[in-house]
């Protein structure tokens, strides 16, 4: 798919990963609809891309574990730019958890996996009335290799590596390519926030480069040949395609 022209939803838009992206796709010559709770952040981002007096992106208030926000992420992409080519359920969470005793873990499962399903739900629904699109959802290598001090972190990332997998065939059926990115750590402040927990694995792992988490994404809206596959990023590996499960 080409990205010039087309119309992209990026949840947890405003900050890290998804500003970033946003700002690479407005530069592809894309529309974009970001989705965050973080409103100053948003505006301010939708303010810096809609330089010129054109309207090349907008900012939608949307937690992505209140459905009926979802649900107005979407409308409004539709009814601002008159549908929807791309969905990038990007927004996550990485929370000290479990072993802290608090129920921290249940909102993990609901912003890593269940907002993922939910906007994959919606995104069937809007895709279909454009005859097909993309739907790229943000994993981590998390998804395949455990660690640790995260356990309900690492569960939620497995869960979107099998369940873009397990969309495989939406391709053959409604034309829509549901593909995901499983970066390493990436430098941003969801990360630096919980810096002295994880710093085992950044050590181990460094910083994925966030310029190349981006290029992942446009790999997968551009190239027609991934259905179902995962990209992983880390820093000083090339990236690496896993198109397959080991069934």
């Known amino acids: 798919m080409q990205i010039k022209d087309k119309v992209v939803i990026i ?14 796709l407005v530069l592809e010559g894309a529309q974009v609809v970001i989705g965050d709770v973080d409103k100053k952040s948003g505006q301010d981002l939708v303010t810096e891309l809609n330089q010129n007096n054109k309207i090349k992106a907008i900012f939608v208030f949307c937690d ?14 539709q009814n601002t730019f008159g549908g929807i080519d791309v969905v990038c359920n990007n927004a996550g969470i990485l929370p000290i958890e479990f072993y802290d005793q608090t129920d921290n873990w249940v909102k993990t499962i609901d912003v890593n996996l269940n907002a993922v399903i939910k906007g994959t739900q919606l995104g069937i629904e809007f895709l279909k009335k454009r005859g097909g699109g993309v739907i790229i959802n943000t994993a981590s290598v998390a998804g395949f290799y455990p660690w640790k001090l995260f356990p309900v972190y690492c569960s939620t990332k497995y869960g979107v590596i099998g369940f873009t997998q397990s969309l495989r065939k939406l391709n053959n059926t409604d034309k829509i390519r549901v593909n995901a990115i499983a970066p390493g750590f990436v430098n ?5 926030n919980v810096m002295s927990t994880v710093a085992e694995g950044v050590e181990r792992l460094d910083y994925a480069p966030i ?32 198109s397959k499960s080991f069934l």
Do not use: W
């Open 11 to 24: 949840t947890g838009g405003a900050s890290g990963i998804g500003a970033a992206l946003a700002r690479r």
């Open 64 to 77: 992505v574990t209140n459905f009926d926000n979802l649900r107005q992420l979407f409308d409004t992409a």
């Open 188 to 192: 941003t402040n969801m990360v630096k």
């Open 211 to 242: 310029d190349e988490v981006v290029n992942a994404f446009i790999t997968i809206i551009q190239d027609d040949k991934l259905v179902g596959d995962s990209i992983i990023i880390l820093k000083d590996i090339p990236s690496q395609i896993v």
